[in-house]
């Protein structure tokens, strides 16, 4: 079952951030977790952006809570909604967390100083 729940869009060329809680008694995210999530245009798509824990493109808030954070850098190249889902790689053999969340893009009007 799927729950869909309006996110902010990504801008393109500016820096985004999101935090993304998963319901449920569950511990998808404990403390010491390794996170690895790919952002995409879709499944097999080229990949627009490579996030861990260890990048700091995903932070961990909570057993159940984290944000993802995109530069200005890696939004620049996005056009049109995106995917991504989270793989923790603390464990042997990684975990998939079955956790897959699409984001909207919206263009700017005003463009990011160059």
């Known amino acids: 079952m799927a729950d869909i729940i309006p996110a902010p869009p990504i801008v393109p060329g500016y820096a985004y951030a999101i935090q993304i809680e998963v319901a449920g008694e569950d511990e998808l995210f404990p403390v010491g977790c390794r996170l690895l999530a790919e952002i995409r245009r879709f ?4 990949l627009l952006a490579r996030l861990t824990t260890e990048n700091g493109g995903i932070a961990r808030l909570s057993d159940n809570t984290v944000e ?3 530069t200005a850098a890696q939004t620049e190249q996005i056009d049109g ?4 889902d989270f793989v923790r790689t603390d464990v042997d053999p990684d975990a998939y967390q079955y956790v897959q969340i699409r984001l909207p893009v919206m263009k700017a009007v005003t463009r990011p100083a160059a």
Do not use: A, E, F, G
């Open 43 to 46: 499944t097999y798509s080229l």
């Open 68 to 70: 993802v954070r995109l």
């Open 81 to 84: 909604s995106v995917i991504l």
